[in-house]
């Protein structure tokens, strides 16, 4: 199991924090350095210093780390017109040697559309939205050197585009969907995805999402293997002392940390990501909410992935 630290930072992070959180998470042998793509914060307070772009933050990161894979989860289909999108992400992917995940859904919180001005359209539209930027971007990043890219859809078109930049492998970095959708969600991850994420399920969700996956891979055809990963909010103590105290800094109760993700001692820690890895989840993305915290980010370093 590969564990993967995942931040938040909408909720109030300069870029220096996330800096410290990357380099701190690389020195440390976590498998990856992960962010959210969200423009306001969620639940009370701020949200101060204010929102920190997340392909900017990536392309930061990208010069000022050496190993750490980096990436999202995920980008918002509504922000950003899928051929600039495409040249951001390769282009950071250069930059970062070939270290960057993609990960791109419909986007969701309507809310932070209205704050900065960006349409939201309904669910079926962002769908079939999402599933033109898959097809484009990957067109574009597996078009060979020298060809162009064209594209006639319901809401794009591209006409002799050079498709450049190039990412660092021919067919562009591991796309990542997710979601617990039941139709399209396993569709388009079977026609498209490297990797499926649930973010924040049960494992009795996650399970069957997986499975849904499968089946559609299996009805697809596909012969590509796929990897399956998962989210959970983390709050890890050497005691229970330790693990309230953590609790209460992210303003949550540890009962329903435990309920709802991975919360108590190392040894807890360590049995429950042996559940989702019985599932056949080979990567855990850790959502770490209190980035001021490093000494936790050692804690499940040294007491949780060297067990798992």
Request: aromatic share 8%; charged share 25%.
């Amino acid at each position: 199991m590969r564990l993967r630290i995942f931040t938040e930072p909408q909720q109030g992070a300069s870029y220096e924090t996330l800096l410290a959180v990357a380099k701190a998470a690389e020195d440390l042998g976590f498998d990856a350095f992960f962010r959210s793509d969200h423009y306001l914060r969620m639940g009370d307070g701020t949200g101060e210093p204010g929102p920190t772009d997340a392909w900017i933050t990536l392309a930061g990161l990208a010069r000022e780390t050496g190993r750490i894979r980096l990436g999202v989860l995920m980008s918002a289909a509504t922000f950003r017109l899928p051929g600039p999108l495409a040249i951001a992400v390769a282009q950071v992917d250069q930059m970062s040697g070939g270290r960057v995940d993609f990960g791109i859904g419909t986007g969701w919180y309507d809310a932070e559309h209205t704050a900065y001005g960006i349409p939201f359209p309904g669910l079926r539209e962002r769908f079939d939205r999402l599933e033109e930027q898959l097809e484009i971007i990957t067109g574009l990043w597996r078009t060979p050197p020298g060809e162009t890219y064209d594209f006639e859809g319901r809401y794009y078109r591209l006409a002799d585009s050079p498709a450049l930049p190039k990412a660092v492998r021919p067919e562009g970095p591991p796309v990542l969907l997710g979601g617990l959708g039941a139709k399209r969600t396993p569709r388009l991850a079977a026609a498209h995805a490297d990797e499926f994420n649930v973010p924040f399920a049960h494992a009795r969700e996650t399970g069957a999402a997986f499975d849904r996956v499968r089946a559609a891979c299996h009805e697809a055809g596909r012969t590509k293997p796929m990897v399956y990963s998962a989210a959970q909010v983390v709050c890890c103590g050497r005691d229970e002392a330790e693990v309230k105290r953590r609790a209460e800094a992210i303003g949550r109760e540890v009962s329903e940390l435990r309920e709802n993700g991975l919360a108590g001692t190392p040894a807890e820690l360590v049995e429950k990501i042996g559940t989702f890895a019985e599932l056949g989840a080979e990567r855990l993305y850790l959502q770490v909410l209190d980035l001021h915290d490093l000494d936790h980010l050692e804690l499940l370093a040294s007491e949780v992935m060297s067990k798992v």
